[in-house]
């Protein structure tokens, strides 16, 4: 049945109707260059031909298998481009492409524009990889990183087409083309790539903590996606249940996320933000579950187990709370917001490159190939004489405003800002939230406890194999007195006893040791809680007019600056339009067709036509230009008079001196974390010493684990061989006594029996290669050592070996 967390979405493919290529393109062949020339493009046309032939007639079946298809399509797309001029006007080839809309295949467009059938094709290749994800099995790891492979390869076409050759379709654009629309079908492989990540992750059994954070970015995404429904352009288009979905998706992973991060919580062993969060997460959990019936009621069934799986933990945190811990649940706005981690980007096509296509070689004329390239040269140089004094004026106002500390004075004006933490404090305040400030060494703490409980236990297993070895040599001491001549357990487990308590003693010293680092912890919990720089603005004086102003009004000052202000910011705004203007103009800038039907006559005037359409963009280029360093050296009075109102200079050295407080928690915090990674300097690692040491010693513990159980083990086998030789001297002792006679010579211990006919037996000892001929004793180290291989061979030693009383 499927369900709301595994039910992913694909894209429809566009569809298209037979059309003719070669004869039109041959006309025109023939009509400007020769009948011998139209000869020679024969083969490639036919070819070309049935290439677009065979996308219509696959439309019938899977189009899993037509990606390699389009894509050699659309190279040759790309060839026919640069020689032959597809339009209506005259003396161009006319060719209609028609294509279904993707969403609403009713709706038909056609269009004598190549750049049509380049963007319906590039929108079916990127459709195809989403097919090709959805019929990936992602129960399996292998499987998942392949569909987030290919969600993000599709993301990356969807951008690519968006950027190239939807913007040279022709208007009334089909919605499916839409710059909306594509950048929603982006975003959605997008998230449905994160939301892969995310299943990963718990396939790998990552910590809640980091699962929760997945899962935050995949319902952002997802969010992102179901707003861009709501716009003008899209949103009667597509169905209703693509919009359901969508914000189904985006609430569902809001509620993972709460719930991941309600299990990290539990570990860290903070029950009430836990329960504040499952009671959130409960309540957006309805929501959920009304969207999903939305989609079907198959999906709004399937999150029956997680609303369980919910409702039991949140009843059972809060009778540990009532029972228990007694603390305080907060509001849910109190409890820190899970912060999104996105593991997954566009991945643009490396395919589409045409170079290698020898297609129509020779056929467009010098004269034309030279003009256009002059022509494309001339664009570039006005695009990038435009671009540049576009970017100029915006570092010009980024350094201005870096120099005059804006806009941080003002926002320290209007409140509480961190531009009232000294850079140097602010900076290390910073790099101690980007590795997780104290929860970070609580993480240490929490995969350090795992490890210790595990070593325990190995050594909690070493110390059962030896006692029970001794204890059944013990008894077999007991059971037959003189005539058991093994040496003894404590003789030979010496060393192993020794390497037992040498472990145990440095156990004890480390959880010492980490008793004093979970006491400073707890000592200054709150105080690490607040290295956040809100928190430390909060600590240091706020910046306000003095009572009495001897200079400028502060009021006409903060007025005049916060006006020149959102004027720079407005200009900032118009530039990014400008330059999508530019570079829009630009792409819908295709001569060629012109250059073809004019020949070589006249192409200066041509050009002199052509570019007057890119005035009007200068102009407006040169205006924004200008104003913006007229506004810049506006701020840049302004700012020196509202340090000089207000005192900054002052304030700065002020702040400074209130800001000890916080260093010292800064200092206290880096010997917590030293203690942990002694060794390492702070912020360079995030693994520390106390987890490297847990995780040397506990694989040192596993060593020592499996060479007892190795000792024990042979021990086991040579006490068996040793009583069934006893007991059957036992047996033998009274028939020669009968006879008169006396019991067999007792052979040495560990010597090797001499078989029946007076022949050696050769078969190999314990330890020894096959072919060996004696037994021997093992020392401690000797019966540990190649456990694996002794025991394959023990067969051979119990054959050939016995003792004697």
Known sequence: MPSASSVLL??????????????????????????????????????????????????AGSQLTAKDSYIKYYKCLTSIETRFPISN???????????????????????????YEKAAVLFNVA?????????????????????????????????HLKESEAAKVDNPRPVDLSPECLSMMEKLMMAQAQECVYHKAVMDKKSPGTLARLAKQAGNMYGEVSAIFNQPVVVQHFERSWVAHTKMKASLYDVNALMDQAKQYNSDTKI?????????????????????????????????????????????AQKDNNTVYLERVPAFADVPAVQPAILV??????????????????LIPDSSAKALSKYTDMVDSISREQLTALADATDAARITLKQAELPDLLEALDGVSSASVPEGLLREIEEVGSIGGPQHLQEILTEMGELRRHVEGDLSACQAALDEEAQADAGARAQYGDEWRMPTSATLAKHYWEKLHSYRSTMAQAGESDGKVIQRLRDHEALFAA??????????????????????????????????MEGLSQLSNDRAGLEDRLKELKARDNILPKLMAAGSANTDALFERELKKYDALKADVAANVGRNAELLAAISRDAQAFKAVFEVPAWRAACEGAAGGIKTTLKTYKEVLDHLSEGLRFYMSLQSEGLRFYMSLQEAVKQHQQQCSDYAYTRALQRDDMRQDLDRRRREAPAYMSYGGAPPPANPPYQQQQPYGGQQQQQPAYGKAAGASACRTFSAGEAAADGAAQRNKIGWFTSSCSWAP
Not at 277 to 285: C, D, G
Not at 539 to 559: F, H, I, W
């Open 345 to 362: 980007k566009a991945a643009p096509p490396t395919n589409l490159d045409a170079s290698s296509e020898n297609l129509f070689s020779g």
């Open 89 to 115: 006007e005259k003396g161009n080839v006319r060719i209609s492409f028609p294509w279904t809309d993707a969403f609403r295949p009713s709706k038909k467009t056609s269009q004598s524009n190549i750049h």
């Open 531 to 564: 290295l956040t720089p809100d928190a430390a603005a909060n600590q240091l004086p706020r910046l306000q007019a003095p009572l009495v102003s001897t200079g400028a009004d502060p009021a006409v000052v903060v007025a005049s600056l916060r006006r020149n």
């Open 127 to 159: 459709a195809v990889i989403s097919q090709q994800a959805l019929q990936v099995d992602r129960a399996t790891a292998d499987g998942i990183k392949e569909a987030c492979k290919l969600f993000q390869e599709a993301a990356g076409m969807f951008g």
């Open 10 to 59: 694909a894209i429809h493919v566009k569809r298209t109707d037979n059309v003719e290529l070669k004869n039109p393109i041959l006309s025109y062949i023939r009509e400007t260059y020769s009948d011998r020339e139209a000869e020679d493009a024969v083969d490639d046309l036919v070819a070309i031909q049935t290439l677009r032939n065979e996308l219509v007639t696959s439309q």
């Open 272 to 316: 009430a933000f836990e329960i504040a969060t499952l009671s959130e997460a409960f309540v957006r959990m309805q929501s959920v579950k009304a969207l999903a019936k939305a989609v079907s009621s198959e999906m709004a069934d399937s999150l029956k187990s997680q609303e369980e799986v919910l409702t039991l933990a949140l009843t059972k």
